[in-house]
């Protein structure tokens, strides 16, 4: 285990180390302290290196933890989760092709719906190994386009395969999860 989290977390400096982020243009996007995304990026590496409890994961989430519209199309076409679980979430995306799409997530509110949807996720997703990245313009067209308020780091991409996990810390320097995602591919002009 503890070898595993090494290698997440050399493979994760050596990607930081090698990139430079675009941030698109017309995406409100603040950046966080050095330290405070070394620290939120060491949180996704361990959460998928199977050293966090759903438990311990409940006190790293803030309230009202979303399950974004990508992450809950999954649980629910998978069938991994009590589909009552938390409560609705609508966003809602202009779309070029297709008018206004109506995408819909999940909130969990209470510590159950929290610990619930934090134990289906490391049963599923713990130990995949992926390469944890800050966000690229890509992934950062895709979530500003379904949410309402400026992008604030620390923001990071857990990437495995063709799965792009998004974790939004909501704010500057925040030491919680508020908006966990997987990123869907956005509609081309």
């Known amino acids: 285990m503890r070898l595993s989290a090494f290698v997440i977390l050399a493979s994760f400096s050596l990607c930081l180390a090698a990139s430079g982020q675009e941030i698109p243009k017309g995406v409100r996007y603040h950046r966080a302290s050095d330290a405070a995304n070394a620290a939120a990026a060491k949180r996704v590496s361990l959460l998928f290196a199977n050293q966090y409890s759903a438990?311990?994961?409940?006190?790293?989430?803030?309230?009202?933890?979303?399950?974004?519209?990508?992450?809950?199309?999954?649980?629910?076409?998978?069938?991994?989760?009590?589909?009552?679980?938390?409560?609705?979430?609508?966003?809602?995306?202009?779309?070029?092709?297709?008018?206004?799409?109506?995408?819909?997530?999940?909130?969990?509110?209470?510590?159950?719906?929290?610990?619930?949807?934090?134990?289906?996720?490391?049963?599923?997703?713990?130990?995949?190994?992926?390469?944890?990245?800050?966000?690229?313009?890509?992934?950062?067209?895709?979530?500003?386009?379904?949410i309402s308020y400026d992008i604030q780091e620390p923001l990071y991409i857990a990437q495995f395969r063709h799965l792009d996990f998004l974790f939004d810390s909501g704010s500057a320097g925040s030491t919680k999860f508020f908006f966990v995602d997987i990123v869907l591919p956005m509609e081309k002009d």
């Open 55 to 146: 438990d311990q994961l409940v006190g790293m989430s803030e309230r009202f933890l979303i399950v974004g519209p990508g992450l809950w199309g999954a649980v629910k076409k998978n069938s991994l989760l009590d589909l009552n679980t938390g409560i609705p979430v609508t966003f809602y995306v202009p779309t070029k092709k297709h008018g206004v799409q109506e995408l819909i997530a999940r909130g969990m509110k209470t510590p159950a719906q929290q610990r619930a949807f934090w134990k289906m996720f490391l049963d599923n997703f713990s130990e995949i190994h992926p390469t944890v990245r800050k966000a690229n313009a890509a992934d950062l067209d895709y979530y500003w386009s379904i």
